[in-house]
């Protein structure tokens, strides 16, 4: 009852994260690290503190983090730029600096709110959604907070609220199936079929992700799963990539899935959080590539989406 749970966002009026018209929910916090994550500031299950320095005063003079931070975090150099400390900052917990920049050019990203803050939300959009639409978990990776999410599930069941979930899948096999019993649509993201290469982008293997959907399918789970894969040139677009993932899909009588073709919105996330990404100059997938690949999908009659085209 008094579960806590860290999002860094709540958005209302979304349309593609589910069927209807729905309020998305992002959790801080998940256990794989993609090296083209579109939402790294999701990563930690933690405040932290954002600076974009394409909007700070600095060269009209302003310190004003500066004389406000306790921990000596901020510094100017001799261009008269501002350094942060970000070993400092990880451990802060008042975040001083935000409400005094006169920009936002320091901001703090995660905010921490018990079950009954985030059911008031939801109980506030409940006329926006109509009769199809409901309530997203998005991340980060809403299973990471299962206690906390179980509670809000257990509230929007008795309340009858439409639920759906955009999950890696990389739980613990119970927590993930105990989650899955109150979720009604479902996003899961296989990002590479072979273990190496998922190691390799994700910082883990599929296995856990593999079974666990697996697992849902023999559960006798009756919602709908799209599985969905981010599209990223060299990586996991070949041919054979689509051939393994096809087999396991009709193995497991899985017949939907979303490709999303990799973008570069992220970087200037990635700048704020003072983080190089791996994937800045990376090539994209052509239109093409992925028309070929969505064509592949379908010849084995399997509804592939393109993009934000998922039919709900
Ligand atoms: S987040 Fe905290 S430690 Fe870091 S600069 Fe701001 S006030 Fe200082
Ligand atoms: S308070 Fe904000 S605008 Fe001013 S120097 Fe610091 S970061 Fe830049």
Not at 147 to 155: D, G, T
Not at 160 to 178: G, K, R, S, V
Not at 190 to 207: A, R
Not at 255 to 277: A, V
């Amino acid at each position: 009852m008094n579960e806590k749970g860290i999002l860094f966002d709540i958005q209302s009026f979304c349309v593609h994260d589910g069927p209807g018209c729905r309020t998305t929910v992002f959790f801080s916090g998940c256990p794989l690290s993609c090296k083209w994550c579109a939402n790294p500031e999701s990563w930690k299950m933690q405040k932290q503190l954002l600076f974009a320095d394409t909007v700070c005063k600095w060269e009209k003079g302003c310190r004003a983090c500066k004389t406000v931070c306790p921990h000596g975090s901020i510094q100017f150099t001799d261009n008269g730029k501002p350094e942060i400390n970000r070993d400092i900052c990880k451990h802060c917990t008042t975040f001083e600096c935000t409400d005094i920049c006169p920009n936002n050019a320091l901001r703090k990203c995660g905010k921490e709110y018990t079950v009954d803050e985030l059911m008031d939300i939801l109980r506030r959009d409940f006329n926006n959604w109509g009769c199809e639409g409901g309530v997203t978990f998005s991340g980060g990776e809403p299973l990471l907070h299962h206690p906390f999410l179980l509670e809000v599930l257990k509230r929007c069941y008795t309340l009858q609220i439409n639920t759906a979930i955009e999950t890696c899948a990389y739980a613990e096999p119970e927590i993930f199936l105990e989650i899955m019993k109150y979720i009604h649509f479902a996003f899961i993201d296989v990002k590479n079929m072979d273990q190496e290469k998922h190691l390799e982008g994700t910082g883990f293997s599929n296995d856990l992700i593999l079974s666990n959907i697996e697992l849902l399918k023999k559960s006798g789970w009756n919602g709908r799963l799209v599985l969905r894969q981010p599209t990223i040139a060299g990586y996991n677009d070949s041919q054979e990539n689509a051939r393994k993932l096809m087999e396991f899909m009709v193995k497991n009588e899985l017949y939907e899935i979303n490709l999303l073709k990799f973008h570069k919105l992220g970087l200037s996330k990635w700048n704020q959080l003072g983080k190089p990404c791996a994937y800045h100059a990376h090539g994209y997938v052509t239109d093409e590539k992925m028309q070929s690949l969505q064509a592949f999908y379908l010849d084995h009659d399997i509804a592939c989406y393109v993009g934000d085209h998922t039919s709900f």
